[in-house]
Structure formats: C-alpha cells, structure tokens
C-alpha cells in the first residue's frame, strides 16, 4: 500500500507520533510519502521537515498543485491519503483558497488552536538534503533512506 500523508497541518500537529506511525507501516512494507502542496524549496528551506522526510520513502511537492493528478504525473498511484484538508487531494490551491501564498510563504493551519501561522522559508545548506527522495519537481534525488 502507498501512503500519501501530508505535512503542514497533518504531521505538524504530533510530528513525533507521525514519525512512530511512518516507522511502523513502512516496517510493515508500506510506502509512506510525503504528499504536500509546498514547493520544493520550500520544504528544502525548513529544518524540520527534511528531518522528517528522512524517514519516508519519497516527497510529492506539488507547488500548490491538486495532490492525486500530481502524483499521477509522476507515476505514483496512492491507495491512502492522510490530510487534514482532504480537498487538498483533488484540488489546487487556487481552487480551494481562492489566491494561494506565493512560493516562500507557508500558511500551516492549525485545527487544535484555530490560529493559522505562516513561515517563509529560506534555502538550507543542501547537506540537509541528503537521504531524502524527492520526486517531482526540479530535481530527484535519490539516496539511503536513514530509517
Ligand atoms: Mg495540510
């Protein structure tokens, strides 16, 4: 099974929890991906989300895409979306937003608090970058997977 679980929002709200989650199904055989309608640079350019997507199989950055097309685009096929904005699977942002924040500007909702935040993001030094598989977009990278 393919597992297309999403970042802001979703994993941001028990990061320790998705990682134990991500570690026990992908033990089980399962591929987790890292599903998000971030840019590319913008998950490059955030610490803790390249510490996370270590433990992953691959990360889809769609850059405000509809999340299923985009993974489609790149021939990934995923049986099980976890997102806190299940729109955000078949829709872009557009569509759901109405304007998307602009590449550099991250709008991460949070369903506990209610209060949106928004982080701009700068690129990191690339060897953060290592060990994380990211499909789509500019670049793939692919290396050991440091689970
Ligand atoms: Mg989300």
């Keep these: ?72 685009k790149y021939g990934i096929t995923i049986d099980v979306w976890i997102d806190d904005n299940p729109r955000a699977v078949e829709e872009s942002a557009k569509e759901i937003w109405g304007a998307p924040s602009p590449e550099g500007v991250v709008v991460i909702e949070d369903h506990v608090t209610g209060i949106p935040r928004t982080v701009k993001v700068e690129p990191l030094s690339p060897s953060h970058h290592w060990g994380i598989s990211w499909i ?6 692919k290396t050991t997977s440091g689970v």
Aim: charged share 30%.
């Design 1 to 72: 099974m393919k597992i297309g679980l999403d970042y802001d929002g979703t994993v941001t709200l028990d990061y320790l929890g998705f990682v134990s989650l991500v570690r026990m199904m992908r033990q089980r055989g399962h591929e987790v991906y890292i599903t998000t309608m971030r840019y590319i640079s913008e998950c490059k350019g955030d610490l803790e989300f390249c510490a996370f997507a270590k433990n992953v199989d691959g990360v889809i950055a769609t850059g405000r895409e509809a999340k299923k097309d985009y993974c489609l």
């Design 136 to 141: 789509g977009g500019e670049e793939t990278l």
